[in-house]
């Protein structure tokens, strides 16, 4: 539909302003929901000129939302019989088929719409929601994901394929396992681009038609802790390892999440079941290291640390951490030492530049 208030028909330019005043009147009401005033405006104008066929599309427009489906199919023929490519008048129309069931109709008007602009996400949306209202879901999931890829920042599309996906899963315990798994992977997309929010709605959704997903359970522990929800993460984590008592990252998230609640006895034992089930992985002993330090086991986590340095040498706090312990028991050349190698795996830490700064005094005092 074109943005200019021409009329497709010929009329007085003596009552041009006048209707435009009314169709700008209306248009105004309508969008502050106003509707039946705004429809009274539109009445002026169409009885000022009655030519003016934009007029009619606005006026479709107040009765489809108003609920006055007759009104709004006929407001739209007549004004589709001269602005015949208008999309948005199609896709209304559709919506006021919908509305009476007459899905037939209303499914010709959505693929005309679509047919005329293919790039308008919405059109897509109504689509598919109109085929939701047929219970046809699976047919309605192309429609959504197309109008999701178009606008993937619009929530309502996400909810309504996440609404059409339950449906159709209900009672089907192996279609719930995989549409769960199909939000699991949106959740994936979601937390790759750092959307940790987002992703967690996902990994809900999975776990809500697949409570036994693991994956789900861990991934919504990674994002409350990264999100600095430590007791929702102790939470998941406990779940995803209820369903499977050999996940390893689990009970690492488990020792990082106590760590952070300052439960440390607790972080050093979720840290030795993991090194249990992964003694070859790294992971687990630099967990334990920093739970023994804050647990003042200096020597024991020096070990922890050594092995780590044996097990994945360019770790990138590995040498902080150590030094930390170094400097807690005053040995400051070997503190110094780690301290270089954590600035060239960290440079610009400022950390390791206000510690280097503190080694250097005390290896001064010393001599």
Same mark, same amino acid.
């Given at each position: 539909?074109?943005?200019?208030?021409?009329?497709?028909?010929?009329?007085?330019?003596?009552?041009?302003?006048?209707?435009q005043?009314?169709l700008e009147?209306?248009?105004?009401?309508?969008?502050?929901?106003?509707y039946?005033?705004?429809?009274?405006h539109?009445?002026?104008?169409?009885?000022?000129?009655?030519?003016?066929?934009?007029?009619?599309?606005?006026?479709?427009?107040?009765?489809?939302?108003?609920?006055?489906?007759?009104?709004?199919i006929?407001?739209f023929?007549?004004?589709?019989?001269?602005?015949?490519?208008?999309?948005?008048?199609?896709?209304a129309?559709?919506?006021?088929?919908?509305?009476?069931?007459?899905?037939?109709?209303?499914?010709?008007?959505?693929?005309?719409a679509?047919?005329?602009?293919?790039?308008?996400?919405?059109?897509?949306?109504?689509?598919?929601?109109?085929?939701?209202?047929?219970?046809?879901?699976?047919?309605s999931?192309?429609?959504?994901?197309?109008?999701?890829?178009?606008?993937?920042?619009?929530?309502?599309?996400?909810?309504?394929?996440?609404?059409?996906?339950?449906?159709l899963?209900?009672?089907?315990?192996?279609?719930?396992?995989?549409?769960?798994?199909?939000?699991?992977?949106?959740?994936?997309?979601? *937390?790759?681009?750092? $959307?940790?929010?987002? !992703?967690i709605?996902?990994?809900?959704? %999975? #776990? /809500? @038609?697949d =409570?036994?997903?693991?994956?789900a359970n861990?991934?919504?522990?990674?994002?409350?802790?990264?999100l600095?929800?430590?007791?929702?993460?102790?939470?998941?984590?406990?779940?995803?390892?209820?369903?499977?008592?050999?996940?390893?990252?689990?009970?690492?998230?488990l020792?990082?999440?106590? *760590?952070?609640?300052? $439960?440390?006895?607790? !972080?050093?034992?979720?840290?030795n079941? %993991? #090194? /249990? @089930?992964? =003694?070859?992985?790294?992971?687990?002993?630099?967990?334990?290291?920093?739970a023994?330090?804050?647990?003042?086991?200096?020597?024991?986590?020096?070990?922890?640390?050594?092995?780590?340095?044996?097990?994945?040498?360019?770790?990138?706090?590995?040498?902080?951490?150590?030094?930390?312990?170094?400097?807690?028991?005053?040995?400051?050349?070997? !503190?110094?030492a780690?301290?270089?190698? %954590?600035?060239? @795996?960290? =440079?610009?830490?400022?950390?390791?530049?206000?510690?280097?700064?503190?080694?250097?005094?005390?290896?001064?005092?010393?001599?």
């Amino acid at each position: 539909m074109s943005d200019e208030l021409e009329p497709a028909l010929p009329v007085s330019q003596d009552s041009k302003n006048e209707w435009q005043a009314q169709l700008e009147r209306g248009k105004k009401l309508l969008e502050i929901k106003q509707y039946r005033h705004s429809i009274d405006h539109f009445n002026i104008a169409i009885q000022k000129e009655p030519s003016a066929i934009i007029v009619y599309f606005w006026r479709g427009l107040a009765y489809n939302v108003m609920g006055n489906r007759q009104e709004a199919i006929s407001d739209f023929d007549f004004y589709l019989k001269y602005e015949f490519d208008d999309a948005k008048a199609y896709n209304a129309r559709a919506i006021a088929y919908r509305a009476l069931k007459e899905w037939d109709k209303a499914l010709a008007d959505h693929n005309k719409a679509i047919q005329l602009d293919i790039e308008i996400a919405f059109f897509w949306y109504e689509r598919g929601y109109t085929r939701i209202r047929m219970r046809k879901f699976a047919e309605s999931f192309g429609d959504l994901e197309q109008a999701i890829e178009l606008d993937p920042r619009n929530p309502k599309y996400q909810n309504s394929l996440y609404f059409a996906r339950k449906e159709l899963a209900k009672g089907n315990p192996e279609k719930n396992a995989h549409y769960a798994d199909s939000y699991y992977q949106e959740g994936e997309g979601q *937390f790759k681009q750092k $959307n940790y929010n987002g !992703a967690i709605q996902y990994y809900l959704e %999975a #776990i /809500q @038609l697949d =409570p036994q997903h693991e994956k789900a359970n861990y991934k919504c522990g990674v994002c409350s802790f990264i999100l600095g929800k430590n007791e929702e993460a102790i939470n998941f984590f406990k779940a995803a390892i209820h369903f499977n008592y050999q996940d390893y990252d689990s009970f690492n998230g488990l020792s990082v999440s106590y *760590f952070n609640t300052g $439960n440390f006895q607790q !972080a050093l034992n979720e840290a030795n079941w %993991a #090194i /249990q @089930l992964k =003694p070859d992985d790294y992971t687990g002993y630099l967990n334990r290291a920093i739970a023994l330090t804050e647990l003042g086991k200096l020597e024991e986590a020096l070990k922890d640390y050594n092995l780590v340095m044996d097990l994945n040498p360019t770790h990138k706090y590995l040498y902080l951490n150590r030094a930390i312990v170094y400097m807690d028991l005053k040995d400051y050349q070997k !503190a110094f030492a780690d301290l270089q190698i %954590a600035d060239k @795996l960290n =440079p610009g830490d400022k950390r390791v530049k206000k510690l280097l700064e503190e080694v250097s005094k005390a290896l001064k005092k010393r001599r």
